[in-house]
Structure formats: C-alpha cells, structure tokens
C-alpha cells in the first residue's frame, strides 16, 4: 500500500488549479492523484465558450495518468485556485471509479473517503457483458 501525503496532494492540486484555463466561470480547478506506483499526477479545468465542451479537471488528470504510464487512481484531492475543498461533479466522480475502483480515496468535506461512498451503486467494468 502506497503512503498518502495529504498535503502534498492539497498543494499539487492548488498549483494545478492556478495554470486553470476559466475565463468564463472564473473558477479555478485543479486536482491531484496519487497513483499505485507512487507517481502524482495533475490536472486543471480548461474552459470552452462552447460550455458543453469544456474540461474538467479530473478529466484532464485522467489524461495525465495515461500519457505518463497508465496505473490507477489511489488517492484524489482537488482544489480551487485559493486553495478551497471542491468535491468532483458526477461525471468526474465516474471517472474517478473508472481509473480508481471503489477503494480510491477522496478528500471531502466529510474526510477523506473511499470512492464506494463518495459514488455509492457505482456503475463499472463489472457491469459490462
């Protein structure tokens, strides 16, 4: 089992969270992982004016995790730019699940927490044909 430096993560994910691209919303995004083999990788919110489209941090993250050699999600903070707790959306709560499995942990405002409590009936791989 891997060792999880909680602040270390706070703090990537804060210095993630300023490189945000939000013109639109102003809010700053950024989230940070710990990955099995001990890696940590980041990412932040990248805005489009075709909302629909934009990019949440956890999603570019995700990106991250596959680009510097795959793996999974162990742990997840994510940030606002000042540094403030914010709780992944639903859909980045599956991806999450997807790159992470019911054990990830994530840091909330009710401590931190394995992924089968933050997405309770989660759908996944398990549940393909």
Excluded at 55 to 66: F, H, K, S
Excluded at 109 to 122: C, H, K, T, Y
């Amino acid at each position: 089992m891997v060792e999880v430096d909680w602040e270390l993560l706070r703090e990537r994910a804060v210095a993630a969270a300023q490189l945000a691209h939000c013109p639109y919303s102003g809010l700053q995004v950024g989230s940070a992982a710990l990955c099995d083999d001990g890696r940590i990788v980041v990412g932040c919110n990248v805005e489009n004016a075709a909302y629909g489209v934009g990019l949440c941090a956890e999603c570019t993250m995700a990106g991250q995790l596959r680009l510097t050699g795959g793996g999974r999600f162990v742990a997840v903070a994510c940030r606002s730019g000042a540094g403030e707790l914010l709780m992944p959306c639903g859909r980045c709560r599956q991806v999450l699940y997807e790159l992470g499995g019911s054990s990830c942990l994530v840091d909330t405002p009710r401590g931190v927490l394995p992924m089968s409590e933050v997405l309770p009936d989660a759908f996944g791989p398990e549940d393909l044909p």
